[in-house]
T-cell receptor
């Protein structure tokens, strides 16, 4: 079974631009979560989607948004980029919203904001 | 979510057991203890989880104290490839709305030496 895939792997943007990152979960997994990792703040939860609905949201400004499609693929969008948005963005999938909280992480998208 | 406390770093000789401690004194009755690790520049990887009984799988063993206020992850025969940051996470109550969220602390940097 293929693992979680994220595209693109690397991205360079400038302040004020917006960016869209994509995540394809493991086949059959319906829950997708997004995390931001920075050297200063570590790994922080952004949001979780299940069946195209946002179920949970972390403490991030409204510039950070996401969505999930009927095939469980998910995208996250960051608008009006700031230098502090430079980070590794990770997505993780799991089968559903009950049972184990074992999450399968993708390799991440490295975003650099100049 | 219950807070966890882990040592910042630990060393281990290759072939020896690595014992990584974690304190989670405010854990509540239905919360599980999860362990993940993150090898440099990769997404986190699930290792093991447990509620109150000791658990073992092909990667590691998890020992949870009877009062559930602390636990130890044991890698029985550490190899150089086990060098990583290890995160101890208390997972929200499976019935709660924040179930899909993983709250990562700073983790323990385990370095396995030849």
């Amino acid at each position: 079974k293929a693992g979680v895939t994220q595209t693109p792997r690397y991205l360079i943007k400038t302040r004020g631009q917006q960016v869209t990152l994509s995540c394809s979960p493991i086949s059959g997994h319906r829950s997708v979560s997004w995390y931001q990792q920075t050297p200063g703040q570590g790994l922080q939860f952004l949001f979780e989607y299940f069946s195209e609905t946002q179920r949970n949201k972390g403490n991030f400004p409204g510039r950070f948004s996401g969505r999930q499609f009927s095939n469980s693929r998910s995208e996250m969008n960051v608008s009006t980029l700031e230098l502090g948005d430079s980070a590794l963005y990770l997505c993780a999938s799991r089968p559903g919203t009950s049972g184990s909280n074992e999450q399968f992480f993708g390799p991440g998208t490295r975003l650099t904001v100049l | 979510d219950a807070k966890t406390t882990q040592p910042t770093s630990m060393d281990c000789a290759e072939g020896r057991a690595a014992n990584l401690p974690c304190n989670h004194s405010t854990i509540s009755g239905n919360e599980y203890v999860y362990w993940y690790r993150q090898i440099h520049s990769q997404g986190p990887q699930y290792i093991i989880h447990g509620l109150k009984n000791n658990e073992t799988n092909e990667m590691a063993s998890l020992i949870i104290t009877e009062d559930r206020k602390s636990s130890t992850l044991i890698l029985p025969h550490a190899t150089l490839r086990d060098t990583a940051v290890y995160y101890c996470i208390v997972s929200p109550d499976p019935g709660g709305t924040s179930y899909g969220k993983l709250t990562f602390g700073q983790g323990t940097i385990l370095t396995v030496h030849p």
